[in-house]
């Protein structure tokens, strides 16, 4: 009994995988190429799935990353999914610095507030999106943005979800 | 910046610290290629066509998966009902026949009436043919891949269309894609005409898929739901005589409408040379298009 309650869970071949510090930044690369599927569409109001997993892994861990690692990534985004050079890599940089603030003034979280916060970043980042829409002579009204705006926001729990089972999985952990 | 207070360890500390300047370095880089892209399109011509190469592998293989998978249900729809399609389309086919004589008809006249008025006949010269293997469909921007390049002679500003109409121009060429800035885009306008009085319109896109038509001269609405608008060459960057859309709804002075070139439906695309060449002369210099 004793030996047994003892006895460490962990079996051989169960630590984290190999390569794990950057399983983070990988799934965020692999997300973005998701834009370049070959979806033909009237109307762009499919989320950026580069972004929900980024602040899905931001949110599930501050050390996913060093915060200027946002900047490469972002501007991986901007080339793979054809925004304006530069705007991902504001946009999610940004990100990564609002959360670091939000880190030292918040002293608790839950889910419902993980989500807010995604929803805040994600109206943030599509109000972003239609102003420099806007600069550079495609103002579209921003009724027009709020299908994805709703898209976005009720996507970042599935997001959230495969980034949780993606970190542990690299972690080696069961369950 | 995981924990605000990372121990006593001064190497943790200064870590912690020059990412946070890192990250701030980035913000303002970001910010600095931001307003680039934004004050002059064209900057990062070259970098944006060597990313549409690098994307060209995925899409458009896997693009040949999906549109295979579409044939055998469309395929399959289309067995559901083939008795009732089948007799639809035969009265079609029928009604077509005898358009098509009168058209031919007036097409050998037209072309006489040329001769005598000793007009010059441009023919919109086809450049490449391609697929439309994907699109933005994940920003506010409309915009389409298409699967030809420079390579294949296609040049940033050339105008696209399918057989059932516009589609839009060339903004990016890889080389062996290019992407395509669709006619439903905000930041795309078409001068066209309504084929029914051939009053001369703007079509601008509304960023959703569809078009915004406006009549130039001011008076009352001359549109009708049903309407079809052509192309009418004007600025001489696309050709004129394309169909472009039909009209929806009547809003105000204006008119929403369709592209009748579904870029979702219509795979095949071809690209031509613009109207008249000088139009892309001045297009490459002057224009400060999308990115």
């Known amino acids: ?175 | 910046m995981a924990t605000p207070r990372p121990g006593w360890s001064r190497r943790a500390q200064y870590g912690l610290f020059f990412g946070f300047i890192a990250a701030i370095a980035g913000l303002v880089i970001g910010l600095i290629l931001l307003g680039i892209s934004i004050a002059a399109p064209r900057t990062f011509k070259d970098l944006r066509s060597l990313a549409l190469d690098v994307t060209a592998p995925l899409t458009i293989p896997l693009h040949e998966v999906t549109a295979t998978f579409q044939g055998i249900a469309s395929g399959a729809g289309d067995y559901w009902d083939a008795a009732r399609q089948n007799s639809r389309l035969k009265a079609e086919n029928k009604a077509m026949r005898e358009q098509l004589i009168v058209a031919r008809a007036v097409q050998r006249e037209n072309r006489q009436l040329k001769a005598v008025l000793n007009l010059r006949e441009r023919t919109a010269e086809t450049v490449a043919v391609g697929r439309l293997v994907g699109s933005s469909y994940q920003s506010p921007r409309r915009f389409a891949v298409l699967s030809a390049g420079s390579g294949d002679g296609v040049r940033t500003g050339m105008p696209v269309r399918t057989a059932e109409g516009l589609v839009g121009r060339v903004i990016d060429a890889g080389t062996f894609s290019s992407r395509v800035l669709l006619v439903s885009d905000r930041a795309s306008i078409v001068p066209a005409r309504l084929l029914r009085t051939g009053q001369a319109i703007i079509a601008q896109g509304r960023g959703d898929g569809a078009v915004e038509l406006k009549p130039i001269e001011v008076g009352r609405n001359p549109f009708r739901p049903g309407d079809i608008i052509i192309t009418s060459g004007t600025g001489g960057l696309y050709p004129p005589m394309v169909p472009l859309a039909r009209v929806l709804r009547l809003e105000g002075d204006n008119a929403i409408a369709m592209p009748l070139a579904d870029p979702g439906e219509s795979a095949i695309a071809i690209v031509q040379k613009p109207y008249e060449p000088e139009a892309m002369s001045s297009l490459s210099q002057s224009e400060p298009g999308p990115p």
């Open chain 1, 1 to 175: 009994m004793v030996r047994s309650a003892l006895a460490s869970n962990r079996r051989i071949g169960q630590g984290p995988v190999s390569g794990a510090p950057y399983v983070p930044a990988a799934s965020v690369i692999a997300a973005t190429f998701l834009s370049s599927l070959p979806v033909v569409s009237l109307s762009g109001w499919f989320p950026d799935f580069g972004f929900l997993v980024l602040i899905a892994w931001r949110l599930l861990r501050a050390d996913a990353w060093p915060s200027w690692w946002a900047a490469p990534l972002g501007f991986v985004n901007d080339l793979v999914s054809g925004y304006p050079l530069g705007f991902s890599v504001s946009l999610w940089t940004a990100a990564m610095l609002v959360l670091d603030l939000l880190d030292r003034r918040t002293a608790w979280r839950d889910y419902w507030i993980e989500w807010a916060l995604a929803a805040i970043l994600i109206l943030a980042g599509e109000a972003a999106q239609w102003q420099v829409a806007a600069w550079m002579g495609a103002a579209v009204p921003f009724s027009a943005m709020i299908p994805s705006i709703i898209i976005s926001i009720a996507a970042f729990p599935v997001a959230a979800w495969m980034v949780g089972r993606l970190d542990r999985w690299r972690l080696g952990q069961q369950g």
